[in-house]
């Protein structure tokens, strides 16, 4: 089955201890990216990765960090997270001239005390 | 301004009714027009793009693109209680390999 998966589903942590959140895509897709979804604010792009080794910024990439050493992973790592990146996060995935039909994981809700 | 402007609502209609969903962007160089479906405890799915202006219809949804006026717009007909779900505008900003989202509109079907 073609999807985008997630790990952790939900997490809770405390400020500071430095956490990896992982996304995997069997699409063989070379477009991913992550998002934070806020009530009222919608999704809003961290990371992008183009291919594997081409990470780029997203809106709020603030407190965030990526890599991409393989086509299929893309993990996110927040190395001092803090009460304010509490939020619910998505990873997807795309190809690469098509980053308008992008495959949505099924979210990992964080929370930081 | 922000890029994309949706209203988040709650819309309530009863089964059966014409569901119209809407947005507005402020670039005019925005191309592909797209809306996702987000289910409660899911991730978004795309239910249907557009490139450029005009309509598009699948099944019970269309969609439908006006760039003179920067608006648009998700029609379902026949909703039905399945349908409610919080449903996403969402613009790609050309060149930028990245997606511009709506707030997302929560819709409730009763039956």
């Known amino acids: 089955e073609a999807q985008v998966t997630q790990n952790p589903r939900y997490l809770i942590t405390v400020t500071g201890k430095k956490l990896t959140v992982t996304c995997s895509q069997n699409?063989?897709?070379?477009?991913m990216s992550w998002y934070r979804q806020d009530p009222g604010l919608g999704l809003r792009q961290i990371y992008y990765s183009m291919n594997v080794e081409v990470t780029d910024k997203g809106d709020v990439p603030e407190g965030y960090k990526v890599s991409r050493k393989e086509k299929r992973n893309f993990p996110l790592i927040l190395e001092s997270p803090s009460p304010n990146q509490t939020s619910l996060y998505f990873c997807?995935?795309?190809?690469?001239?098509?980053?308008?039909?992008?495959?949505f994981g099924p979210g990992t809700r964080l929370t930081v005390t | 301004q922000k890029e994309v402007e949706q209203d988040p609502g709650p819309l309530s209609v009863p089964e059966g009714a014409i569901v119209s969903l809407n947005c507005t962007y402020s670039?005019?160089?925005?191309?592909?027009f797209m809306w996702y479906r987000q289910y409660s405890r899911k991730g978004p799915e795309l239910l249907m793009y557009?490139?450029?202006?005009g309509n598009k219809e699948d099944g019970r949804f269309t969609a439908q693109v006006d760039k003179s006026s920067k608006y648009i717009s998700l029609f379902i007909r026949d909703s039905q209680p399945s349908d409610s779900a919080t449903y996403l505008c969402?613009?790609?900003?050309?060149?930028?390999?990245?997606?511009?989202f709506g707030a997302g509109t929560r819709l409730a079907v009763h039956p």
């Open positions: 997807a995935s795309s190809f690469g001239d098509r980053v308008y039909e992008q495959y």
């Open positions: 670039n005019s160089a925005f191309q592909y």
């Open positions: 557009t490139y450029s202006s």
């Open positions: 699409m063989n897709h070379e477009y």
């Open positions: 969402a613009i790609e900003a050309g060149g930028y390999n990245k997606l511009i």
